[in-house]
C-alpha cells in the first residue's frame, strides 16, 4: 500500500469511528456531518466525499452485526452435529457472542429505522437474512429428525426467529438482568421443548 493510500485509510477510519461514537452516544437522528467531521478532524466535506455521508456511515458502521460472519462458521460446523440439543446449544452460543459483540449497533438501528428509510432497509435486509440462517437450521433439524411431528420447517424457523433473534437475548440480558450463561441456557430450554422430540427434551433435562 502507497503512503497516500495509507492516509486515506486512515482517514476513512478515522471518520468510521467518529460516526461510531457519536451514533452510539447521541443517536443517529441526533448526530450531524459538522460532528463528525470536528472528531475526526477532517472537513464535513471530506466525509462526503470518503464515507457517502450519514447514510454511507451507518452502513459502514453497522456491517459488524449486518454481515455477522461469524455465523456462517456456525453453520457449517452444524452441518456435522446430528443431536437437536447440540444444534440448539451451538445456535445459542453464536447469537450470544454476536450480540455481547455489537448491542451497541443493534440498539443503534433500531433507533434509526423508523426515522430513517436508508437505516429501515438495511435493518429489513438484516432481518431477511437472520431468518434465512434460521430457516437453514430448521431444514438442518428436520432432515436429521430432530424436530416434533407436525412442525413444519415454517413453523420451526418462526420458533427460532423468536427464541434466538438477537433482541430476546439482550432483552433477558441488558433490560432482566439475567446473566448471560443463564439466558443462553433458558432459550436452548424453552426452544427445545416447542421443537425437539421428547426423547431430546428429556435428555437435556438431565443434563
Known amino acids: 500500500m502507497s503512503r497516500r493510500a495509507e492516509y486515506a485509510e486512515m482517514t476513512r477510519q478515522s471518520i468510521v469511528d467518529a460516526a461510531r461514537r457519536r451514533f452510539i452516544s447521541q443517536g443517529y437522528v441526533g448526530t450531524t456531518i459538522d460532528q463528525i467531521a470536528a472528531d475526526a478532524r477532517v472537513t464535513p466535506k471530506t466525509v462526503y466525499a470518503v464515507t457517502g455521508g450519514k447514510r454511507g456511515l451507518l452502513r459502514t458502521v453497522i456491517e459488524p452485526w449486518s454481515?455477522?460472519?461469524?455465523?456462517?462458521?456456525?453453520?457449517?460446523?452444524?452441518?456435522?452435529?446430528?443431536?437437536?440439543?447440540?444444534?440448539?446449544?451451538?445456535?445459542?452460543?453464536?447469537?450470544?457472542?454476536?450480540?455481547?459483540?455489537?448491542?451497541?449497533?443493534?440498539?443503534l438501528i433500531h433507533d434509526a429505522a423508523p426515522r430513517d428509510e436508508s437505516a429501515a432497509a438495511t435493518l429489513a435486509s438484516t432481518n431477511d437474512r437472520i431468518r434465512q440462517n434460521l430457516a437453514t437450521v430448521a431444514d438442518h433439524l428436520l432432515a436429521t429428525g430432530n424436530l416434533k411431528d407436525g412442525v413444519s420447517v415454517g413453523r420451526a424457523t418462526d420458533v427460532l426467529q423468536f427464541y434466538f433473534g438477537p433482541e430476546g437475548y439482550l432483552y433477558l440480558v441488558d433490560q432482566l438482568e439475567w446473566l448471560p450463561e443463564h439466558a443462553e441456557q433458558w432459550l436452548v430450554e424453552q426452544a427445545s421443548f416447542a421443537l425437539l422430540p421428547t426423547a431430546d427434551v428429556h435428555a437435556l433435562a438431565e443434563c
Do not use: F, N, P, Y
Not at 460446523?77 to 437437536?84: C, D, E, L, N, T
Open 67 to 107: 454481515a455477522a460472519t461469524e455465523v456462517d462458521s456456525s453453520l457449517e460446523q452444524m452441518r456435522s452435529i446430528r443431536a437437536g440439543t447440540d444444534v440448539l446449544v451451538l445456535l445459542a452460543a453464536t447469537v450470544r457472542q454476536l450480540a455481547d459483540q455489537t448491542r451497541d449497533l443493534i440498539r
